[in-house]
């Protein structure tokens, strides 16, 4: 707590007045960053009406917020391990999985549909913690912004390229 009190360039006890504790911290920052990031895949995808389209919107969006949201997003993957954080950490999975869920244009039940799009949300989540792990072990001067933007079209490219891939080979199972 004292480590998160001088980067926000507050005292400790101030900290302690807005949370109890290092894991209340935790879960508003796990609840503000699901609010913010389904917000962004909702108003990215909702800008298409093609699903390949929106499949990339939404890929775009969702790197974009990474990249701009480094501290917060990496600090939830390093979050230590805790039941009630780990429900919080699900929380996200679970409210991106069910913006994705209704986007999958297959002729497919609603559990095969909510199983894909649990696997489109691995698959994202896998990158990013990828790409953090990279940027973390990188020692030199940290990329500017146009750099970054580079990163996030990069990423959202290929992760997408291989979601639509996937996605459009869906059939009914069983």
């Known amino acids: 707590m004292e480590d998160i009190a001088t980067a926000a360039g507050v005292t400790k006890p101030l900290l302690y007045q807005h949370f109890a504790s290092k894991r209340a911290l935790y879960l508003e920052l796990i609840d503000d960053v699901t ?9 990215a995808a909702g800008s298409e009406t093609v699903f390949r389209k929106q499949v990339h919107a939404g890929m775009l969006a969702y790197f974009r917020f990474t990249i701009e949201n480094q501290s917060a997003v990496g600090m939830l993957y390093d979050a230590p391990h805790d ?6 950490l699900r929380s996200i999975q679970d409210a991106i999985a069910d913006f994705v869920s209704p986007l999958i244009e297959a002729d497919i039940d609603e559990e095969h549909r909510r199983t894909l799009a649990i696997g489109v949300v691995g698959m994202t989540e896998g990158v990013t913690r990828h790409w953090l792990r990279q940027r973390q072990q990188r020692h030199g001067a940290a990329p500017g912004p146009d750099e970054l933007e580079k990163q996030a079209i990069v990423l959202a490219e290929q992760v997408s ?13 069983g």
Not at 166 to 172: Q, W
């Open 161 to 173: 390229d291989l979601a639509w891939s996937g996605l459009r080979g869906v059939r009914r199972v």
């Open 35 to 43: 609010a913010r990031l389904v917000d962004e895949l909702a108003r």
């Open 83 to 88: 039941e009630e954080l780990a429900r919080g």
